[in-house]
């Protein structure tokens, strides 16, 4: 096969996001925007001796129209439409450029990050593939209200997801507790019963759509657990209070069951959990250990948007996760890459270096099976076939 669009990366080493170790592979070759071969040679050849090639990275929670400068939810909603779409255009080129070829985005009240999907996948801008989620399900001033998604009752859930679907999103976004950005709202409490958190999942399955849900308390956690959503954000283990708390075993189990994946938007931030006195931060270790030892599975993400939380940042985190969770850094690695796309839904398309998928990745100096840092400093990005 001779394409002008083939081209092959030569004298690599070479992880496919699945494996626990590199392949015997040493090339990866692209046609158009997806991988036509492993291990052979064709069309341009670009040497690339000294370094390593792994799938592009996957931050499963963000917020592409969210200013990680802002402080305050009025300083966020006063922003302009013009204002907002300059920022998320540099947003998703500085993303792309530090190798996040995917992204998750949880929520926006205007569709605006529905735009700008469309627009980088016709090519018009760089930026990473972002799966969109629209306004996310809450109650009449639950948390993040002011996106639009506040609901009642079972009627008002199905005209939510009505319009999400009309505005051709990604997935179906709830928020199971209140949260910590939005004033008068208990991040330990939940917001929906059972029965609502059920409909609504079936709804959005009814019309092909997973279901991801914000959870900081435990009732919440476990509420979305039972009613089937695909993934739990943030998984806090607050309790009524809204204060950390220790995990509870029997939730833990039917997370387990409902082969639920648990998004613990594990950011750069979270530095201040690193040391051992802390109490949160021994919440966390023992959360993570005791979900890790019943088989919990988990993907990584940031929450980029909240504040001081960059969208750019991924890889900033990964090591923090490995610290927090007691996972190795090739664990990690798959949680972002391989793992990611397969509790997105998306493993037949990209996450994993393999012929017929997407030509998304990074080349990177350094091991990153072993070292995370070296995430960092990619040498050269590739997303969906084309160079950044």
Known sequence: MKDICTTTYNNVRLWDGISDEYSEQSSITVCNETVWGLGKTDGVVKDMSGLTVIPGLIDSHIHISVDPDHTSIEEFLNESKEETIEKMNRRAKRMVDMGITTARDLGGGKWLEIELRNRILRGEIP????????????????????????????????????????????????????????????????????????????????????????????????????????????????????????????????????????????????SKYIDKNNQEGQLMREAFRLMRKA?????????????????????????????????????????STGDAALALGCADRFGSLQVGLSADFLFIEGDPLRDLQVLQTPALVVARGVEQ
């Open 127 to 270: 930026g990473p593939r972002l799966l969109c989620a629209g306004q996310p399900l809450t109650t009449p001033d639950g948390h993040c209200y002011f996106w639009g998604g506040g609901v009642e009752n079972t009627g008002d859930i199905q005209t939510v997801i009505d319009r999400q679907h009309r505005h051709d999103v990604d997935l179906i976004k709830v928020m199971a507790t209140g949260g910590v950005y939005t004033p008068n709202t208990n991040p330990g409490q939940s917001q929906f019963s059972l029965n609502d958190l059920s409909f609504a999942v079936q709804y959005a399955k009814d019309l092909g759509y997973d279901v991801a849900a914000h959870c900081h308390g435990t009732e919440g956690i476990h509420r979305a657990s039972l009613a089937g959503v695909k993934t739990i954000e943030h998984c806090s283990w607050f309790n009524q209070e809204g204060e950390r708390s220790h995990c509870d075993l029997h939730v833990i189990a039917d997370i387990v069951n409902n082969n639920t994946w648990v998004s613990p938007t594990i950011n750069s931030e979270w």
């Open 295 to 335: 088989g919990v599975k988990f993907i990584a993400s940031t929450d980029a948007g909240i504040p001081k939380v960059y969208h750019h940042e991924f890889a900033k985190g990964l090591s923090l996760f490995a610290n927090l969770a007691d996972m190795t850094p090739l664990e990690v690695l798959k949680s």
